[in-house]
């Protein structure tokens, strides 16, 4: 059991408070800081802190994979870590993407390889042969877009917007208000040359600020939050189909607590706040908008799921020892939400104790501060930081240290 120094992440669309508040760091910082990674991604390993200094969780994984990650982890997996767990921050939206299921992961990666395509280049498409289920957790208020939105709905937003540019579309929708049709017009805007694409997203825009403006002088408040969404998207990313796109997709805003799990093909972007995310080890993206990285249109219309998702938030469930675990069928994570009271900040909690399980845990503490012990082993782990515990390591106890705590607990879901 080690304490597990994340490795942090920079892109513009992060905070540069969010991160180190949580961490009791500092800020604004310098740069933006969007994720930080606790895992031991081949592309950014956290580092286990030990008496002989920082190690790379993932050389310490590859000497002794039986023992850090357990004899079934190892069989099922291979010498590797199968999650990636991160607490990710976003000031600004996330790119337009989706992610591809294994079959296609694992062709496109013999594919890229076999065209030569170096594993770095910014063209690569799939840098490994894993896919990429993700959950992500609001921290704070999370605001989402996932998932294709019932066509029925989306015909009613394009109604309430009555813009002429739109009437085309709306009929080829109300024709096939299925998979289908959203599959026809989502592949419609997304190839639009950008002359014609440059005519109807400003009508789109000008129809979105109208409704808003009708909405204030009326008791009718449907779509609001989708309408504020485009019209900042067309803002951050003018000219870009994935502004269009958004038209398409389900609105959602987490409350702390709150989760989203998108499997293989769920056309997503991340909007803003604060969340830890879990997701199989993987960096896998198709990008379709609402970003200056490479975007490839072809190759995500093929892994796109175009069915309906009705009610993309997850139904988390209360355990009967009080945690709460978020279900989902990915065999590479699991994750549970642990909340500890002590009773005054002066005593510490009863114990919490974890299984025994023969697989390698992650516990992020993300409020309080709190005791964990494993045998004769003892370590503080703060809010903002993560501990590992190997596979070898005994059953760890959690006791708070303050008025209350809570802790995540990450490990793998299935070995079956």
């Not at 789109?204 to 309408?227: H, I, K, M, Q, W």
């Not at 249109?297 to 020892?321: G, K, N, Q, Y």
Request: with cysteine; proline share 8%.
């Amino acid at each position: 059991m080690n304490l597990l120094d994340g490795a942090a992440r920079s892109y513009a669309w992060g905070s540069r408070t969010a991160l180190a508040e949580l961490r009791g760091l500092a800020s604004p910082t310098r740069h933006p800081e969007a994720e930080l990674w606790f895992g031991a991604h081949p592309g950014d390993p956290a580092q286990l802190v030990t008496e002989a200094g920082p190690t790379s969780l993932l050389e310490v994984i590859d000497r002794d994979p039986a023992g850090q990650l357990g004899q079934a982890v190892a069989e099922r997996f291979g010498s590797r870590l199968p999650f990636l767990v991160k607490f990710l921050a976003a000031e600004e939206p996330l790119s337009l993407q989706a992610h591809p299921s294994l079959d296609q992961a694992q062709e496109g990666f013999r594919r890229e390889n076999a065209a030569g395509v170096p594993i770095d280049a910014p063209v690569r498409n799939y840098r490994d042969a894993s896919h990429k289920p993700e959950l992500v957790v609001a921290l704070t208020e999370f605001d989402a877009l996932a998932g294709f939105r019932v066509p029925r709905e989306t015909i009613e937003l394009f109604a309430l917007l009555g813009a002429e540019e739109l009437a085309p579309y709306q009929r080829m929708l109300e024709d096939q208000p299925d998979a289908t049709g959203l599959r026809t017009l989502f592949t419609s805007w997304i190839t639009l040359p950008q002359r014609a694409l440059d005519a109807v997203l400003p009508a789109v825009l000008d129809a979105c600020v109208r409704a808003l403006e009708r909405a204030e002088t009326t008791s009718d408040r449907r779509f609001v939050p989708e309408l504020r969404t485009v019209l900042e998207l067309g803002e951050y990313y003018p000219g870009d189909a994935g502004v269009l796109a958004a038209l398409l997709l389900n609105r959602v805003t987490l409350r702390p607590g709150e989760a989203l799990y998108l499997d293989a093909g769920n056309l997503h972007a991340y909007l803003r706040g604060t969340a830890v995310e879990i997701m199989a080890n993987s960096d896998n993206v198709l990008r379709g908008g609402l970003t200056p990285k490479h975007v490839d249109v072809p190759e995500l219309l093929r892994v796109l799921d175009f069915e309906p998702l009705p009610s993309p938030i997850l139904e988390a469930r209360t355990l009967p020892d009080g945690s709460v675990r978020y279900p989902t069928p990915a065999p590479e994570f699991a994750l549970t939400r642990v909340d500890l009271r002590s009773g005054s900040a002066d005593a510490a909690s009863a114990p919490y104790a974890l299984d025994r399980v023969d697989r390698p845990r992650i516990l992020l503490c993300v409020h309080g501060h709190v005791q964990v012990r494993a045998g004769e082993r003892a370590l503080p782990l703060d809010r903002g930081h993560a501990l590992w515990v190997a596979a070898s390591d005994p059953a760890p106890e959690l006791c708070s240290a303050t008025d209350d705590a809570t802790v995540f607990v990450a490990e793998v879901g299935s070995v079956d």
